[in-house]
């Protein structure tokens, strides 16, 4: 019976040696297949919280669409987007946002679109600005019947990078003058990383999606939206910090035990 080592642990060479783990190749099979068992559960759980999540959305749809600048604000509050819009031209065209609407699709519902809802603005005409992440089901998907969970094989081999391609839009632009884009592009550096991010708008005008702006308003904005608006979502930030900080406090304290209390000053 042949044997798999564990990979090499990040230890000195006089040491290592005592992490090298030999296991067979039925406890390695019965490893992975508790591993395709976790994500298998983990999906099921994604989907159904999708699928209870549609109609809370579409019921929060209806009441924010009356509340002025709801999405502008939501978005702006949120630490993580709000780096991305800080050419003031950026921050006026999003303060005509008036709705934002995520699209699961039906045969991969981790691929999505992303739909704005713009109103008039001085810097293009389009009503609604989209961004799809298109799902490319591999060939063997076709002829895959989901199991009583709605799972299928491709579903558990699902890869983002390899699975969805980001598409583009075209934004009409009222003119040169205020083209965004062209005055405030992407720039990308030699090795392909994004040097400089520009306009807000080149994540709709270019195909990549490099800073992953979709997965953000997707996992975090979109679900947290009340939150942001309101502040709340801050004020939990902050709380967590606090949270953080009093932890990092008590573990100096029993770090320091033997330490002498600093004397007190005597006032003069």
Known sequence: MSGKKRPASPVGDDVKNLFDVEISDGVQKKLEDIS?????AELITELGSVKRMEPIYEKRREIVKAIP?????????????APHVQHPDDQKAIATLEDLWVI???????AFSIEFYFGENP???????KKVYKYTPPPAAKDEKPDDDGITPSM???????????????????SNVVNLTKLQPRVVDDDGDV???????????REEDPLDIGLLITQSIYPEAINLFTGKYERNLLDEYSEEDEEDEDEAEEIDLEKPEPKKQRKH
């Open 36 to 40: 395709a068992d976790v994500l298998r």
């Open 69 to 81: 600048k709801f999405w502008a604000v939501a978005l702006v509050n949120h630490p993580e987007f």
């Open 104 to 110: 699961r699709d039906p045969a991969e519902p981790r």
């Open 123 to 129: 810097y293009f005409s389009n009503k609604v600005l």
């Open 156 to 174: 558990l081999d699902f890869d983002w990078t390899r699975d969805i391609e980001p598409q583009k839009t075209l934004i009409n632009w009222k």
């Open 195 to 205: 040097a400089d991010a520009g306009s807000f708008f080149n994540y709709f005008e």
